[in-house]
DNA sequence: AGATAATTGTTATCCAATATATCAAAAGCC
DNA sequence: GGCTTTTGATATATTGGATAACAATTATCT
C-alpha cells in the first residue's frame, strides 16, 4: 500500500478570504484542494506554529512580549548565574542575535548584564525585579489564556501526546 | 492542581555545543534546565518544525527546492486553472511576494504564467512537462527519505494522530 | 452607457529573523 | 611569553513576511 508520499511547506497566514465571508462570488469559483499538501507533516507543523504564535502574542499582548522573549526570560529564572552564550545556545539563537534581544529586554528593566568575577570576559545574565513579576504575570496569561485553551481543543491526554511527540521530533530525527 | 503554566518561545536551529562533542569543558559547566520551557507547546512546535524543515531540505537537496516551493509545484498539479491570488492564498503567501517567488519558478521552467482568456488581469498558473517531472522525483524523495523516516521515528498511527491534531490546531484554534 | 469601485499582478519598501565574518578584550594552553 | 580560544559585540547580507501604491482590467450601480 502507498504510503506517505507527502513532504513539506512554506506557509505564512490562514489567507482569509478576500473579502466574502460566506459562499463566494468574483474570481474565487471554489476552495482550492489541499491534496498531499495535507499529508505533508511539514506543512501541518508550520501552519500551526504560526497559529499557535499568533494566538501567544494575543495573549501576552498586554506585556509586549514575544515567545522568543518570553523563552528567554523563563530560561533566565531557572537557571542563574547563565553567561549570554549559554542561554542563547540553548536556545537556539545566534550570539550575534542574541546582543540586540537583550538589548531590548535590558531597555526595558527586565533583565541586566552583570560582569563576571570569574570571567572578565562573560555577562551573566539576571532577571531584574520587574523582570520576574513581569514573568510571573505573562506566565499567568500563557496558562490562562493560551495553553488553557489548547488543552481545551485537544483534551490532556492528546496535548500530552502532541507535546511528546514534537520533543522527540526535535531530538531525535 | 496546576494546570500547564507553559507558552511559547522563538527558536532557530539545535545549537551546537560549542566544538566538544562530548563532556563538556571550559565556561560550559552543565547542561541548562528548559524547565517550563518544555511544557510549552509553541516552543516544542517551532523545534520541530525547524528540524523537519531542515531535513526536508536536505533531502530535496538534488532537485533545489524549498518546502514553500514544493507546495506550489504540488498545489498546481493538483488544481490546474487557478491563478496566483489563489495559490498564493491558499498556501499563506502573500501576493507581492508570491511575485518572486514565481519568477524564480517561471525562470527554471518548473511553471508558466498565462493569461486568462476570460479574465486578461489574471495568470493562470500551469506545470510545464519539467515541472511535473521535478515535482514527481521530489515526492519520491520526499516519501522515501523525509516522511518515512518520521514514521519510522514516531509509528504510522503516532503520527497519523500528529498530523490531525496539527491540522485540528491550524483549523480550529 | 458612464461613473465608480474592486480585483489582479506588480513594484517599491519596510521590518524582523537569521546567518556569517570580524574584532577587541580576556582566558586558556604550551 | 606567545598562540589559540572564548565572549560579547559590530557590521552586514539574506530571507520571509507585511503594507502602500499603481496600471490594467473587470464588476457594479444608477
Redesign the interface.
Known sequence: MT?????????????R??RKENGEAA??SAA??????????????????????E??LKC?APLQL??????VL??L???PG??Q??????????RP?FVSMLDGLESRDLCTRMRSTN?RR?HILVLTEKGRAVLAR???L??TR??????E??GPA??A???D??????R??
Open positions: 504510503v506517505s508520499k507527502s513532504a513539506d511547506v512554506g506557509v505564512a497566514k490562514p489567507a478570504s478576500s474570481g474565487e482550492l484542494q489541499l491534496g498531499e499538501l495535507s499529508e505533508l507533516l511539514g506543512y501541518s507543523l508550520k501552519r500551526a506554529q504560526l497559529r499557535v504564535f494566538d501567544f501576552v514575544t515567545p522568543a522573549q518570553f523563552s523563563l530560561l529564572e531557572r537557571n547563565r553567561n552564550t549559554e542561554i542563547a545556545n540553548t536556545l537556539g539563537i545566534l542575535n570571567d562573560s505573562a506566565k499567568k500563557v496558562a493560551h495553553e488553557a485553551r489548547l488543552n481543543l485537544l492528546n496535548r501526546a502532541l507535546l511527540m514534537l520533543a522527540k521530533i526535535a531525535e530525527f
